[in-house]
């Protein structure tokens, strides 16, 4: 079903979290294909395969680079990063993403996330968790809570995309799609924000995280 590759490089200072991770995307996912698995930030980039399309990133690496150092590293080299860590503390999550991260998991999810979000990060999308979405959308004054398919809608129109092809991309009518638009735009309204233009919205998107500069 999947015709694209994904060439997959993993950066985790355990080793049998390493193999394990390994045998299990290979087994799970025939679009993903693992060409590098390190345990150390270097080893990541002087490695023949870099760069590639994803990088899984532990973010508890024990070697005093920031995070944000090595996600905008990677941006640069046009690789998306999505990150593991152990932590689901907001700040951090948020943090990451707000560096360009595509992507935040929690080690205790369920494996299946990861492919989700390996390949989320690949069409250039946000993925969080459904326990991190959670914990981001309980704090104050945030953007509204948008349903996971709101959230598409929104990420595909925000990056230009017409209403046309955000219903044929994701197999919905071009009335659902734009009842979607409206109720987003609602939400939002209800939440303080105005994002009656394109324009607006797309801004929106960018500082929500939802689609990514």
Same mark, same amino acid.
């Given at each position: 079903?999947?015709?694209?590759?994904?060439?997959?490089?993993?950066?985790?200072?355990?080793?049998?979290?390493?193999?394990?991770?390994?045998?299990?995307?290979?087994?799970?996912?025939?679009?993903?294909?693992?060409?590098?698995?390190?345990?150390?930030?270097?080893?990541?980039?002087?490695?023949?395969?870099?760069?590639?399309?994803?990088?899984?990133?532990?973010?508890?690496?024990?070697?005093?680079?920031?995070?944000?150092?090595?996600?905008?590293?990677?941006?640069?080299?046009?690789?998306?990063?999505?990150?593991?860590?152990?932590?689901?503390?907001?700040?951090?999550? $948020?943090?990451?993403? =707000?560096?360009? *991260?595509? !992507?935040?998991? %929690? &080690? @205790?999810?369920?494996?299946?996330?990861?492919?989700?979000?390996?390949?989320?990060?690949?069409?250039?999308?946000?993925?969080?968790?459904?326990?991190?979405?959670?914990?981001?959308?309980?704090?104050?004054?945030?953007?509204?809570?948008?349903?996971?398919?709101? $959230?598409?809608?929104? =990420?595909?129109? *925000?990056? !230009?995309?017409? %209403? &046309? @092809?955000?219903?044929?991309?994701?197999?919905?009518?071009?009335?659902?799609?734009?009842?979607?638009?409206?109720?987003?735009?609602?939400?939002?309204?209800?939440?303080?924000?105005?994002?009656?233009?394109?324009?607006?919205?797309?801004?929106?998107?960018?500082?929500?995280?939802?689609?990514?500069?």
């Amino acid at each position: 079903m999947h015709t694209d590759n994904i060439r997959l490089a993993i950066v985790d200072d355990h080793k049998m979290l390493l193999g394990a991770l390994t045998e299990w995307i290979r087994s799970a996912a025939d679009d993903i294909s693992m060409v590098a698995a390190v345990a150390t930030w270097p080893e990541l980039l002087t490695h023949p395969e870099f760069p590639v399309d994803v990088v899984l990133l532990d973010l508890d690496l024990k070697d005093n680079i920031p995070v944000v150092l090595k996600i905008s590293t990677l941006k640069t080299t046009g690789v998306k990063t999505v990150l593991m860590s152990t932590y689901s503390d907001p700040k951090f999550v $948020r943090e990451a993403l =707000a560096a360009g *991260a595509h !992507g935040y998991l %929690v &080690k @205790s999810e369920d494996a299946s996330m990861i492919v989700q979000a390996i390949r989320a990060a690949y069409r250039g999308q946000m993925f969080v968790s459904d326990e991190l979405d959670v914990a981001l959308n309980n704090e104050p004054n945030e953007a509204p809570k948008l349903s996971a398919q709101e $959230r598409r809608v929104m =990420a595909l129109y *925000a990056a !230009g995309e017409p %209403v &046309k @092809s955000v219903a044929y991309e994701l197999s919905i009518s071009e009335e659902t799609a734009k009842s979607y638009l409206k109720r987003i735009r609602e939400k939002y309204r209800s939440s303080g924000f105005d994002v009656g233009t394109k324009v607006a919205l797309r801004k929106r998107a960018i500082l929500d995280g939802i689609i990514i500069e």
